[in-house]
């Protein structure tokens, strides 16, 4: 339970740290406004072609008597839109990140500067296009594991009462890891952490994964706030990843947490 909340104050550090940053919050939320744009043009184009699209996808009901193949088209259109809903969910952080991979580079090592105790910063020495690569590579790794999650719960859904109750909280609880996972990477894969390596780490302190990425899933369902708690997000998932490596961070971060007393406690749990 300790872990729960030091990953939640993690979240709230991060947002502390860019507002005291504002020229760096200005340049973080560039990429998630252009993939708001883009998002949002997704969605309106599938709510006014959704139909269309089942109705030429499923040319076998146009036989049916009425009211059946309405009906079972706008079923398949609900569910299309649902499915976009929750792909775009899914995606959102990682697209962001892609598109803002300089942006966020910059902000996760001013961060890292900042809590060190020495005021360095690990850095890949890799080319930037080496960097999108690896970045995309990763993503896409990392998205289909969140597509088997995300088609299995929506099946889940289907069953009563489960679906309704129990079957949402895991939702929020898988897509909270998953989102932690790509905020992390931006600051581990300067440490040259690959991958499996990251999940590893992840899953080794599940409650503190919990306790940044499940508020962040229930914030980001609404994708506009999710552009302006991206820049913290990926402050807090710094510093996060400090403690997943055992770095020392300097007191600053402890006064984010809310204890200046005891910077050893609130920022580097154990």
């Known amino acids: 339970m300790r872990d729960l909340g030091a990953g939640f104050r993690y979240l709230l550090a991060g947002q502390r740290w860019v507002a005291r940053h504002g020229k ?3 340049f973080g939320l560039l990429p998630g406004l252009i993939t708001l744009v883009l998002y949002a043009a997704a969605l309106v184009a599938l709510a006014l072609w959704g139909e269309d699209f089942v109705t030429w996808a499923t040319p076998f009901a146009d036989d049916w008597s009425s009211p059946w193949a309405g009906l079972f088209r706008g079923f398949l259109t609900a569910v299309l839109f649902a499915l976009g809903l929750l792909l775009s969910v899914l995606t959102f952080t990682a697209v962001t990140l892609l598109i803002g991979q300089p942006f966020y580079e910059n902000l996760s090592e001013k961060v890292d500067r900042d809590v060190s105790p020495d005021g360095t910063a690990p ?3 890799l080319p930037l296009l080496r960097e ?3 970045s995309a590579r990763d993503s896409l790794r990392i998205l289909l594991r969140a597509l088997v ?4 719960l929506f099946a889940l859904g289907f069953v009563p009462v489960a679906g309704q109750t129990v079957v949402p909280v895991i939702g929020f609880f898988v897509t909270g890891f ?7 990477a931006v600051a581990l894969q300067r440490r040259r952490v690959e991958v499996r390596e990251r999940l590893g780490l992840l899953r080794s302190r599940k409650t503190l994964v919990w306790g940044f990425g499940t508020p962040l899933a229930v914030a980001f369902l609404v994708p506009f706030v999710a552009v302006f708690l991206m820049p913290g997000a ?3 998932a710094t510093l996060m990843a400090r403690d997943l490596l055992g770095e020392e961070t300097a007191g600053d971060t402890a006064e984010d947490s809310g204890d200046a007393e005891d910077a050893e406690d609130e920022d580097t749990p154990a």
């Open 24 to 26: 760096q919050y200005g």
């Open 123 to 125: 850095e890949s020495g």
């Open 132 to 134: 999108l690569w690896i």
């Open 149 to 152: 999650w995300g088609v299995s």
């Open 178 to 184: 998953f989102l932690t996972e790509e905020l992390t």
């Open 234 to 236: 990926v402050a807090g």
